[in-house]
């Protein structure tokens, strides 16, 4: 591997992995000589893959696994149908008829503190597919609400809207904050390989932390 990466959430948790960290961090890396524009790095989901060309970053996921499909948890006596895929870090998916009215947190931190899911817990993610485009809305473990794109949540969504007859590959995934992620997969009947998310990336700022503030 090129080099280690760890993945933090806003409340310091470590995830296993991020894709759309992951994206950047490439990025990153290629842009300040640390790796190549093709490069391996590690996480603790594993070895991952990823190519640079300017923005655009393709990064190769882990391989999914825990395929579970229309199964049913119960939440304050409802009963709720949702199906299930590890894409580096657990997703719940809910395909729902819009993703603007639905019970956002009280659904997504419901399912996502659920008994079924312990002691991990799981992120949620609600699904809407239109004209070959899922759109989708991601309340985020470790975050503890939404976020406005979640990378191995689209990664999730795309799959299992292939798994419904729904969509082909690649997937066009549209994000709560309006970004496009493209995902590639290669499928055969209930295993996926060569699972791949790619975007654009956009280099916000640079900073500098000092010595001193370690010592805190």
């Not at 799981?122 to 979640?150: D, I, M, P």
Request: charged share 25%.
């Amino acid at each position: 591997a090129d080099f280690r990466w760890n993945f933090f959430n806003a409340d310091g948790s470590v995830a296993e992995m991020c894709g759309n960290g992951g994206r950047c961090a490439a990025r990153y890396a290629a842009e300040r000589g640390i790796a190549g524009r093709s490069m391996v790095f590690e996480t603790m989901a594993g070895l991952i893959h990823a190519d640079v060309s300017g923005r655009r970053v393709k990064l190769q996921m882990t391989t999914p696994g825990g395929l579970a499909i229309d199964r049913t948890l119960t939440l304050r006596g409802r009963k709720i149908r949702y199906s299930f895929l590890d894409t580096g870090v657990p997703h719940v998916v809910l395909f729902v008829p819009g993703i603007e009215k639905v019970d956002f947190i009280g659904v997504g931190r419901g399912i996502r503190m659920h008994r079924s899911f312990a002691p991990r817990g799981t992120n949620v993610n609600f699904a809407h597919v239109r004209n070959g485009v899922v759109s989708v809305r991601t309340y985020e473990r470790g975050v503890e609400g939404e976020t406005l794109s979640c990378g191995t949540g689209a990664v999730a969504c795309a799959i299992l809207s292939a798994v419904h007859g729904l969509v082909r590959p690649p997937v066009t995934v549209r994000t709560r904050g309006g970004e496009e992620l493209l995902i590639h997969f290669d499928r055969e009947k209930r295993e996926f390989g060569e699972v791949y998310l790619e975007g654009d990336t956009s280099w916000s700022c640079d900073g500098v932390i000092t010595e001193e503030a370690y010592r805190y």
